[in-house]
């Protein structure tokens, strides 16, 4: 058990900080919701009401689109973006999708490689390509949930103010929506931009982001 | 209903059938001179509000703010604590208390990209 929580940390910890943060802003969004509701003159509502609000569907799912986009976009990116000097780059030399024995895939595939890198067809490119798919897959299910949530809320909204509700279709040109969504894209691809540039010239001993302490700026590739 | 229409579980239609009859319930009352009726649907903002700006009991204020008849229900549309009722010359706004729905706005007319303006209205 102890050696399962060990080499299990890193997402064992990230998932029940994940919780945490989320039981954390539930209650804080409530709070918020609820401040609103009474300078509107009306009562406030309980958790289990707020929890399956469209307002807090809608703080939630848009959040996650962005971090899915930006996952999707780092990991379709890295296949023909390189960073020289940075950790979260491959080597200048490696552009591209590699070759299949550089992969391990098809005839190149060791005893212990999953069956469909032994595979050909379309199993070796759907797993070839699962990672990148699966996220971006979320991004986009994530941002039609944000739409979906995000016009009932904005109606809730336009309702309290006395003006009329608007379709979905409406909603996707509303200044609202893509206030939501941009100011979640341009933190996201910062944070990439950060990570690729800082982690050039910056060093944390010990991580799996960073290079070795003593590699040189110009080190591409190396993580430590 | 009070209790369904506080927690959301009821059904969109549900809810927008529970508030599209206190809207003809308010309005129903005003036209058959029952002030006290129709005050009983309206919101607390909305109540005290027609007191201060009349300076009269609502039940004998209200009669006096030339609401229209309830006219066929032509719309209903619910988001969260929102409902707004359109009725064949009337538009009514109303949200959820712990009693059910009750009346914010009435007798309000469009106004082109901005709020209905409202005969009676609460804030």
């Given at each position: 058990m102890k050696s399962f929580l060990r080499d299990n940390s890193l997402g064992l910890v990230f998932g029940l900080l994940f919780l945490l943060v989320l039981a954390g802003q539930a209650i804080a969004g409530q709070a918020d919701f609820n401040d609103r509701q009474l300078t509107d003159g009306l009562p406030p509502v309980p958790l289990g009401r707020y929890l399956t609000s469209a307002s807090f569907a809608a703080d939630v799912a848009e959040n996650w689109q962005s971090e899915y986009l930006q996952f999707f976009l780092f990991i379709y990116g890295t296949v023909w973006l390189v960073q020289k000097g940075s950790p979260e780059s491959k080597s200048l030399d490696e552009i591209g999708r590699e070759s299949d024995e550089k992969q391990k895939v098809?005839?190149?595939?060791?005893?212990?490689?999953p069956a469909w890198a032994r595979a050909g067809g379309l199993r070796r490119t759907l797993f070839s390509n699962s990672l990148g798919l699966v996220m971006g897959l979320i991004f986009v299910a994530s941002w039609y949930a944000q739409s979906v949530a995000g016009v009932a809320a904005f109606n809730e909204g336009q309702l309290g103010d006395l003006q009329d509700p608007v379709s979905w279709s409406q909603y996707l040109a509303e200044p609202d929506f893509w206030n939501r969504t941009l100011q979640n894209w341009q933190s996201e691809l910062l944070a990439v931009a950060s990570m690729a540039i800082l982690a050039i010239f910056l060093r944390q001993r010990g991580s799996s982001q960073s290079k070795p302490v003593g590699s040189a700026h110009s080190a591409t590739g190396v993580e430590g | 209903m009070a209790a369904s229409a506080l927690t959301g579980c009821a059904s969109v239609d549900e809810r927008g059938d529970a508030a599209a009859a206190v809207a003809v319930r308010l309005l129903t009352a005003v036209q058959g001179d029952d002030g006290a009726g129709a005050c009983a649907v309206l919101a607390p903002e909305t109540r005290a509000e027609l007191i201060d700006s009349a300076g009269r009991p609502c039940a004998e204020a209200i009669l006096d703010e030339n609401l229209p008849g309830p006219g066929p229900i032509e719309a209903t549309a619910v988001y969260g604590q929102w409902a707004q009722v359109r009725l064949a010359g009337d538009t009514l706004f109303l949200a959820v208390f712990p009693e059910g729905w009750r009346v914010v706005a009435a007798g309000c007319t469009p106004r082109p990209d901005r709020p209905y303006d409202c005969v009676l209205q609460g804030g």
């Open positions: 098809g005839r190149y595939a060791g005893p212990d490689a | -």
